[in-house]
């Protein structure tokens, strides 16, 4: 069996079968690629169909050597899948990773912003350019919407719905929901719409595309992280942020004012509800401070005659 043609017919399996987007087909082959590369450096070059787990072991020893247990837990995940297609299609009758561990991994909080660093980073912008207007249309919209960075760039024209108050949204496995959206933000986006893009020549390829670059192609990935690093360090703001910190802000400001977690869920396109209750943890650290701060006996310490 050879190897380039077995991850070019996994990489369509994902993409047909299990309807993931272009970025997490290039994660899962990304990792795959490296395995490939390992063993072709091996005496005798093993197939996927014959590669063992000792050899597997060998490549995760080498290859986890310079990253973190999260990436780690990532790479032997990749890899799981993989040999499970392998087994799926009848190439394999056992799957090598099934007695390979993750390393056990400390669920990470993600980082959220109060409004107050919202509204300054959105201060913070220059307005005087044609790309201010954009770039605070952007963070108005991932905020009101809670949206993915990859949702953002990719969002259309056709995916506004203003009369009826909603964006559709290209979610995950290529899903598609609908998303409320403020009359703020709908302001916002008309502004840019009609202001700004409308003097902006858009590529064939992107002429439905909301937002877009001065020479009229779809903004990448990287240009919103680099906005919003920029924007943080002029407002001298420490934490490390991008995209996905105003996504947890908009679900935790939910949260925290009372939302509902399965329409929080919804509006966030989780899968799961396991996914979406990271927020009960946030909300629930928030919920200690609160009472840590106002409760009566907050001024109160006990000597050691009391303890």
Known sequence: MNWNQTIYDYANYLKIERGLSKNSIDSYTRDINKLFL??????????PIHITTETIQQFIYETSKNINARSQA????????????????DYRKDNPTDLIESPNITRKLPDTLEKEDIDKLIAAIDLSHPQGERNKTIIE??????????ELINLQLSDLFFDEGYIQVLGKGNKYR????????????????????????????????VFLNRRGKKLTRQMIFIILKELAQKINLKKNIGPHTLRHSFATYLLKNGAD??????????????????????????????VE??????????NEEEI
Do not use: A
Not at 178 to 206: A, G, M
């Open 261 to 290: 977690l399965r329409v929080i869920q919804q509006l966030l396109g989780h899968e799961s509800i396991t996914t979406t209750e990271i927020y009960v943890h946030l909300d629930t650290s928030f919920l200690k401070k609160v």
């Open 293 to 302: 701060k106002h409760h009566p006996r907050s001024g109160f310490n006990l």
């Open 178 to 209: 609908f998303v409320p959206i403020h009359i703020t933000t709908i302001h916002r986006l008309n502004f840019y719409i009609n202001e700004i893009r409308s003097q902006i020549t858009p590529k064939k390829e992107d002429e439905d595309t």
């Open 38 to 47: 390992f063993v072709e450096n091996l005496e005798n070059t093993p197939s």
């Open 74 to 89: 990532r790479l032997i995940s990749g890899l799981r899948s993989f040999f499970d297609y392998l087994v799926f299609e």
């Open 141 to 150: 919209t991932i905020y009101s919407c809670g949206l993915r960075v990859s």
